[in-house]
């Protein structure tokens, strides 16, 4: 199949790309390189470099390529950022989705996966683990752009025939992911912990998140291309169903390791949740998917890969 993944050069696309191009599959990469990086494109994929929000350069895109599929992980990645700016993280995260959709069925695609987020279209949940019927009430603009994508979805569904799979990640963590910027705990706690620096914990470090590691990602990625493309559709939780608190990563990554940094905390931060697990037995019904690597095999991979 020819296949466009965006945001095919960030940690998590780059994997997803790996996994099509070993399926088989004819992908190329479209990224404006603002968060991701050359040195993990696929040196099989096809690499172009443009911005979702240039209207012009999408459409461009879709109309001389035939892509049967179009699996759409480019986005600003940052709550904190999307808290302070909301207005750009909509230029990005809705108004650039928008021109991608709508080049897409303009050219004739009619297959979408979109990867949206469990962590954060729930809100504060109102029971654990959150299943995909559970209500849907962003506490921050980025779970907000989200959710807009995904009823976006079901709107080009209605009117042109748009079938599509939603995979809501919770935290994905894994190598290749960048410590810095838009980064995840679990980068941020490797890099500084390598660096011999004391991580900093937001809060009280009770929080709780549901980690997911990025090969298990990239082949929900690869079953969920399977599903769609047989006819299926429909909105999956990928995650582990296992509720970490900060406190236990932080002591995890001690082990792993091998240090003995004390813990450090400073005022939580603004738009964060509390808890956040998830439930992915409908993906397990209906993909086959379910993770395979457990949190302290990921955990030291991810390190490995840091080192």
């Known amino acids: 199949m020819n296949i466009l993944v965006t945001g095919g050069a960030g940690f998590i696309g780059s994997h997803i790309v ?43 895109l879709l109309k001389s390529e035939r892509f049967d599929v179009v699996n759409h992980h480019a986005a600003q990645l940052d709550v904190r950022v999307s808290v302070r700016n909301p207005q750009f993280d909509a230029e990005i995260n809705i108004i650039g989705a928008l021109n991608l959709l709508q080049a897409a069925v303009e050219s004739g695609v009619r297959q979408v996966i979109f990867a949206s987020s469990a962590g954060t279209v729930y809100g504060e949940q109102e029971y654990f683990p959150a299943d995909e019927q559970h209500p849907t009430n962003p506490i921050s603009p980025y779970g907000v752009a989200k959710l807009s994508v995904e009823k976006y979805l079901h709107y080009y569904r209605h009117v042109a025939g748009l079938k599509y799979v939603v995979l809501r990640y919770t935290n994905v963590y894994g190598p290749r992911q960048n410590p810095h910027g838009e980064a995840g705990v679990v980068a941020i706690f490797c890099q500084q912990m390598l660096h011999h620096k004391p991580p900093i914990i937001y809060g009280d470090g009770q929080q709780t998140r549901d980690y997911v590691f990025a090969l298990d990602v990239a082949n929900a990625n690869q079953v969920a291309l399977e599903y769609l493309t047989s006819g299926g559709s429909g909105v999956f939780n990928i995650c582990s169903n296992t509720e970490t608190t900060v406190n236990q990563l932080f002591h995890i990554l001690n082990r792993v390791v091998g240090s003995n940094f004390s813990e450090k905390y400073a005022p939580a931060r603004p738009g964060e949740q509390l808890r956040s697990v998830c439930c992915y037995r409908h993906a397990q019904q209906k993909l086959g998917w379910n993770p395979s690597v457990n949190f302290e095999e990921g955990i030291a991979e991810t390190m490995k890969s840091y080192k």
């Open 18 to 60: 790996d996994r099509y191009i070993t399926a088989g599959h004819s992908v190329t990469v479209l990224d404006n390189l603002s968060t991701g990086v050359r040195e993990n494109l696929n040196p099989q994929a096809t690499f172009v470099e443009a911005d979702l929000r240039d209207r012009g350069a999408v459409e461009s």
